[in-house]
């Protein structure tokens, strides 16, 4: 819907409504961002680490791509590790729980699938299959979008739009590479996790910029970018995420100036902070 990712207890709610129930305690680094719809939802989020149970509901197919650090789902008894840049679809007939085993990125969905089954396509519930190719990459853009747009106005278009994720699924599953793989995009050395760490590190410096952030983990700029691409987001964005969200905390807990909550949030001034509060009400940029 255009929102920003939510954090935190927020983002575990996000989670919960999704289909994904949050086990033990809430990772306060937990980011999510999700949009449901009556035949499909789409998500992606990061964290260091989480639980969850899933929704059992007969009719749906869950589809979690890892693309940094690994899950382990027990599938009705069954444990079922994955590993960064594999996908795996899951009955939600099947009892399911999910664990984080790592600091962990994901894009997460569900649907109601119509022509595709196991057995009809190159895929078995609770099968982690490598992905490459240009489907995967643009179902991972079409999510992005997704997240950033208005729904769907009627119930046609969600159907046209549930059928539309549902051939780019089939496509994914068709160009899955016969032998195993971590690659995918720039996320296949876990640079998306360290620059998250990073940033959580330095945000409270008005000095850490994008620039230090890249050099910090000693890739190029661009390729810091193409890696936060990969997963709807920018680090310029993220950084300033951050600190607004470390205002906000802020302004809860203690009694301070504006000013003093800027700077102690990583704002170089009130104005800093006001802008970048302003920005955050008119939508993602």
Same mark, same amino acid.
């Given at each position: 819907?255009?929102?920003?990712? !939510? ?37 992606? %989020? ?29 599938? @009705? ?20 729980? !999910? ?41 991972? =853009?079409?999510? +992005? ?8 106005? =009627?119930? %046609?278009?969600?159907?046209?739009? =549930?059928?539309?994720?549902? +051939?780019?699924?089939? !496509?994914?599953?068709?160009?899955? %590479? ?19 760490? !990073? ?5 409270? @410096? ?27 987001? #920018? ?33 170089? #001034? ?16």
């Amino acid at each position: 819907m255009g929102t920003e990712p !939510a954090m935190g207890l927020a983002a575990a709610e996000r989670c919960d409504d999704f289909g994904w129930h949050p086990r033990g305690v809430i990772d306060p680094t937990l980011v999510a961002e999700t949009l449901s719809h009556p035949y499909f939802g789409v998500g992606h %989020a990061w964290s260091r680490s989480a639980g969850y149970t899933l929704t059992t509901a007969p009719a749906r197919t869950y589809l979690v791509l890892t693309m940094d650090g690994g899950f382990e789902f027990d599938v @009705d008894g069954t444990v079922i590790p994955t590993d960064p840049g594999t996908l795996i679809l899951l009955s939600g007939e099947a009892p399911t729980t !999910a664990r984080t085993v790592t600091r962990t990125s994901r894009y997460v969905w569900y649907l109601e699938p119509t022509f595709l089954q196991p057995g009809k396509g190159r895929f078995q519930y609770g099968e982690p299959l490598p992905t490459t190719g240009a489907a995967i990459q643009t179902l991972m =853009t079409m999510t +992005n979008s997704l997240l950033q747009a208005p729904p769907p106005p =009627t119930i %046609a278009a969600r159907r046209h739009l =549930t059928l539309s994720f549902e +051939n780019l699924l089939a !496509a994914t599953l068709e160009e899955s %590479a016969p032998r195993r793989s971590k690659d995918i995009g720039q996320l296949r050395d876990g640079l998306f996790m360290a620059a998250q760490a !990073a940033i959580e590190t330095g945000f409270r @410096d008005p000095a850490f910029t994008v620039e230090r952030l890249a050099r910090e983990l000693a890739v190029s700029q661009s390729t810091l970018r193409d890696t936060f691409k990969q997963m709807g987001a #920018s680090p310029r964005r993220e950084i300033e995420r951050r600190r607004l969200a470390e205002a906000r905390q802020l302004e809860v807990v203690e009694r301070l100036t504006t000013t003093e909550r800027a700077l102690r949030s990583g704002f170089s #001034s009130a104005r800093q902070l006001a802008r970048a509060l302003a920005r955050r009400t008119a939508g993602p940029d």
